[in-house]
C-alpha cells in the first residue's frame, strides 16, 4: 500500500464519530478480549443493512454487540437480527448494548450455540443479510450455508477477508489466510453471486445473491 492509500484507509477509519452506546459496546468487547469490527466496518454494516432494506439478517459472531448495533441501526424498524455466539458472557453483553440503544428485546434474536450447529437449522432462503465474523476455519462452511439462507437479492458481508494484509502475499501460508483465499475465490467463482472486496476494516468482502 502507498502512503497515501495508508493514510486514506486511516482517515475513512477515523471519519465515523460512533455514540456512547457503541463506545461501551467496544470497551465491554476488549474487557472480554474480543475484537469488535471497525468503525469504518460498522459504519459500512449500517449502510449496508440500510440500502439493502433488511428485514431478517443473521449473524455468526455475536461478541459484545458492536456489529449487531450497526446492522440493527441500518435495519427497519420492525426487522429482526438472528444472532449467535457460543459464548453466553459474550450475548449477555451484546443484549445490554442492543437494550442501550432501546430496540425492543423482540428484535433480536440471540442463539447460544455455534455457527456450523445452528446456521443448518435455520429457515432456506429466509435472509436478507448473512455477516460471517467468527471461526475463520468455517468461513467456507458459512459462506455455503449462507448461499443456502439468503434470498435472491440478499447480501453476504465477510468481515476480516484480508487477514491483517496477509491475503494478498501468497508467500503466506497461514492457516486463516489459506482460508480466507479460499473463501475469495470460492465466492468469485460461484456464479450466483456477484461480489466485491471493500478495503475497509481488515476487508469487508460483499456478494449479493442473483
Ligand atoms: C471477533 S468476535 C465478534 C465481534 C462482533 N461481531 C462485534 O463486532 O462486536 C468473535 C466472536 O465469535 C464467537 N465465536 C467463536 N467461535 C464461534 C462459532 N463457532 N460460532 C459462532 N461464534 C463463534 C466468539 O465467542 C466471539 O464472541
Do not use: C
Request: charged letters at 25%.
Amino acid at each position: 500500500m502507498s502512503a497515501d492509500k495508508s493514510t486514506s484507509w486511516s482517515y475513512a477509519e477515523g471519519l465515523p464519530v460512533e455514540d456512547e452506546v457503541l463506545r461501551r459496546a467496544r470497551e465491554r468487547s476488549h474487557e472480554l478480549g474480543l475484537f469488535p469490527v471497525s468503525a469504518g466496518v460498522s459504519a459500512a454494516l449500517t449502510v449496508l443493512a440500510a440500502s439493502s432494506k433488511a428485514q431478517t439478517a443473521v449473524e455468526v459472531g455475536t461478541g459484545a454487540g458492536v456489529s449487531g448495533v450497526a446492522l440493527l441501526r441500518g435495519m427497519g424498524p420492525r426487522a429482526v437480527l438472528t444472532t449467535i455466539d457460543p459464548d453466553v458472557e459474550h450475548l449477555k453483553a451484546a443484549r445490554e448494548a442492543f437494550a442501550e440503544v432501546g430496540f425492543p428485546a423482540n428484535r433480536t434474536r440471540t442463539i447460544s450455540g455455534r455457527g456450523q450447529d445452528v446456521l443448518p437449522r435455520l429457515t432456506d432462503g429466509a435472509y436478507d443479510l448473512v455477516f460471517i465474523d467468527a471461526d475463520k476455519p468455517s468461513f467456507p462452511d458459512y459462506v455455503s450455508q449462507a448461499v443456502r439462507l439468503l434470498k435472491a437479492g440478499g447480501l453476504l458481508v465477510v468481515n476480516d477477508a484480508l487477514d491483517k494484509d496477509r491475503v494478498s502475499d501468497p508467500a503466506i501460508r497461514e492457516a486463516s489466510t489459506v482460508v480466507l483465499r479460499r473463501v475469495g475465490k470460492m465466492i468469485r467463482d460461484n456464479d450466483s453471486l456477484v461480489s466485491a472486496m471493500l478495503p475497509t476494516g481488515d476487508g469487508l468482502l460483499l456478494a449479493v445473491k442473483r
